[in-house]
Every structure is written in structure tokens, then in C-alpha cells.
T-cell receptor, first 112, second 116 residues
């Protein structure tokens, strides 16, 4: 059974700090991984998708990497801002597969 | 440019009542999903549909039924609602296939369901 773990569960940092969120998964098959952001009471907003043939993706201050051999992905947020405060979730699935499994998320709070 | 549309946004039921959550996507995606989200537990997969006419159980299917009415629509039915089904429900869709190059998962805005 595929399990997805996100560490830490919660994180509080001062504004301007660089930070790393972690996502690990147990199945060693080739995977795609997508990072999402969720604001309280809202739906999920896609941040970055890393397909199985890729190692990382970048969008603005965000960089996500995928290491299939170790079953890990990291989401790097540079120069954090109060507006980055949200819950960040990762999801994994096999290429061409259908079942998509989520981690429980990391709740981030950036203090002004 | 609607994407994934869910209805209703809010619903309150009494124990034992039934209801259907509707979901439609306009992106010509072949696979569709229903998730529930509970505090501290992330999103858990209830059912998914790989293509029109097929459905499969996810992690927490008990108490739910689904129908893939056509390629656009995927509904979730609670036949006899229980308080344990109080949750936020999300529908999602994605294009999948061996040669698919863009398999990004798109979400609806959610349905907040309370069962009293």
C-alpha cells in the first residue's frame, strides 16, 4: 500500500526565511508528483507538477525536486512571505496510473 | 474556462437521508476522482473513474456509491448519511494515459457536508 508522509506537520518561520517542505512515499515504482497549496476553507491550488522523467520544476520562488530512488520530494520556498501561509500538500501517482494518494500536508505560518 | 465544477457548495443532512454530489469537468479528461478531507488527515480517495463506464474503489469507499454518467460527469451518492460522513468533499479530474505528457490534477472548489 502506497503511503505518503509529509514532514513537518506544521512550521512557523519569520518572514524572509528560506524553507524546505518534505514529502516521502513508499512505493518504488516510477511516479509523478504534484504539490498543492490550500488556504483555510478553500480548495486546492496546483503549484508544481514533476513528471516521472523530470527531476525538478521551478515557478517563481518555488522549486520542487523529485528523487525516485529514495522516494522523496522537497518543496523549496525562497524568501518566504506572510502570503505563503497555507497548508501545502503533495500527491503521487504512477505514470499512466489512476490512483492518486495525498500526504496529510504541512501547515505553514510565515510571521511578518 | 470553468474547469471542475461541484454542486452544491454546502449541504446539511439528517442521519439516514440520502443525497448526490455532482461534479462536471470541461477539460475532456478521462479520469475523475472523489476525495474527502477531514482535519489532520489530508485527502483520502473515496472512488475514482479511469474512463467513462468504469469506477473503482479508493481508500474509503464504504457508505458511498458513484456513477460516471458520461465523460464529463462523475457523481457521488450517499444512500444513508451518517455523522461520520461529515467532511469536505472534493472532486478532481486529470488526463491520463501512457503517452500523456500533462497529467496535472485539477480540483473543484469542494462541498462542505454536515450530517446531524
Amino acid at each position: 500500500k502506497q503511503e505518503v508522509t509529509q514532514i513537518p506537520a506544521a512550521l512557523s518561520v519569520p518572514e524572509g526565511e528560506n524553507l524546505v517542505l518534505n514529502c516521502s512515499f513508499t512505493d518504488s515504482a516510477i511516479y509523478n508528483l504534484q504539490w498543492f497549496r490550500q488556504d483555510p476553507g478553500k480548495g486546492l491550488t496546483s503549484l508544481l507538477l514533476i513528471q516521472s522523467s523530470q527531476r525538478e520544476q521551478t515557478s517563481g520562488r518555488l522549486n520542487a525536486s523529485l528523487d525516485k530512488s529514495s522516494g522523496r520530494s522537497t518543496l523549496y520556498i525562497a524568501a518566504s512571505q506572510p502570503g505563503d501561509s497555507a497548508t501545502y500538500l503533495c500527491a503521487v501517482w504512477r505514470t499512466g496510473g489512476f490512483k492518486t494518494i495525498f500526504g496529510a500536508g504541512t501547515r505553514l505560518f510565515v510571521k511578518a | 474556462n470553468a474547469g471542475v465544477t461541484q454542486t452544491p457548495k454546502f449541504q446539511v443532512l439528517k442521519t439516514g437521508q440520502s443525497m448526490t454530489l455532482q461534479c462536471a469537468q470541461d477539460m475532456n479528461h478521462n479520469s475523475m476522482y472523489w476525495y474527502r478531507q477531514d482535519p489532520g488527515m489530508g485527502l483520502r480517495l473515496i472512488y475514482y473513474s479511469a474512463s467513462e463506464g468504469t469506477t473503482d474503489k479508493g481508500e474509503v469507499p464504504n457508505g458511498y456509491n458513484v456513477s460516471r454518467l458520461n465523460k464529463r460527469e462523475f457523481s457521488l451518492r450517499l444512500e444513508s448519511a451518517a455523522p461520520s460522513q461529515t467532511s469536505v468533499y472534493f472532486c478532481a479530474s486529470r488526463r491520463t494515459g501512457r503517452i500523456s505528457t500533462n497529467e496535472k490534477l485539477f480540483f473543484g472548489s469542494g462541498t462542505q457536508l454536515s450530517v446531524l
